[in-house]
Structure formats: C-alpha cells, structure tokens
C-alpha cells in the first residue's frame, strides 16, 4: 500500500496561507503555542523551552507574528490577538498541521514559483555577443 501525501487535500485559504506567510514550522509552533495560551502572555524565554527552541530564533518569529498580525507585544510578553478572520483561519491552519502533518510540512518546505524561476534562470545559457549589445 502507497501512501500519497499532497498539499492537494489543504484548504486553498490554509494552503495560500501557508505558502504567503509560514516560512518555517517554528513560526507555525509558535503562532500555535500562543493560540493555545491565548488567555495570558508569552515571553521569548518561556515559548523557546516549551519548543525547544532558543529565545533569540523565538523573538525573531515573534516580530514576524506580529507583521502579519498574529501576534502583539505586551511590555515585554507576546499575545495572541489576531482578528477575528484571522484567528478563524489560523484555526483551520491548526487543524490542518494536527490531521494533515506531512502535507503541512511538505507545503512550508516546498520551493516555492520564486524560488523555481531564480534558481532556474541562474543556469540559463546567454549569449555574450547580445550581452555586449545592452
């Protein structure tokens, strides 16, 4: 028996999510980490041992957080305070990650269009006669 994991079966709104603003599963870990404390605050330090992490990579994915709008500073603690559209979906990404793991991960890790075109352009033949041209 085969077992086929693809980002197929991923909500497209999770799946766009995912691929716009997840950039390492650190970053989902601790938005995740926060969405289950919603009721208190979080400090680098304390997110970092309960991941296994170190609080500087921790304050880094914090800051992210915080630019996509997940996450807010509260002296020197994080909250969870997304809007309601947004902790709707970030629930869905939950979800997703809890019952379609390897789908998640693969989808974080996956090169993304970008990435394909530079690295696919950095092998392109070019003739040095038409570059002299320009």
């Known amino acids: 028996m085969v077992l086929r994991v693809t980002q197929?079966?991923?909500?497209?709104?999770?799946?766009?999510?995912?691929?716009?603003?997840?950039?390492?599963?650190?970053?989902?870990?601790?938005?995740?980490?926060?969405?289950?404390?919603?009721?208190?605050d979080h400090d680098a330090e304390g997110l970092?041992?309960?991941l296994g992490s170190n609080a500087a990579s921790i304050g880094r994915r914090l800051r992210a957080l915080e630019a996509i709008g997940i996450a807010r500073p509260h002296g020197a603690a994080w909250r969870y305070e997304p809007a309601p559209a947004l902790d709707d979906l970030i629930g869905r990404v939950e979800r997703a990650y809890r019952e379609r793991r390897l789908s998640?991960?693969?989808?974080?890790?996956?090169?993304?269009?970008?990435?394909?075109?530079?690295?696919?352009?950095?092998?392109?033949?070019?003739d040095p006669k038409k570059e002299d041209e320009r």
């Open 104 to 126: 998640v991960i693969n989808l974080i890790y996956a090169p993304k269009p970008n990435d394909i075109t530079l690295f696919s352009d950095a092998f392109r033949l070019r």
């Open 48 to 50: 970092a041992r309960a």
């Open 8 to 40: 197929d079966d991923l909500d497209p709104d999770v799946r766009r999510f995912i691929v716009e603003r997840v950039d390492a599963i650190e970053l989902l870990e601790v938005a995740l980490a926060l969405r289950a404390g919603r009721d208190r």
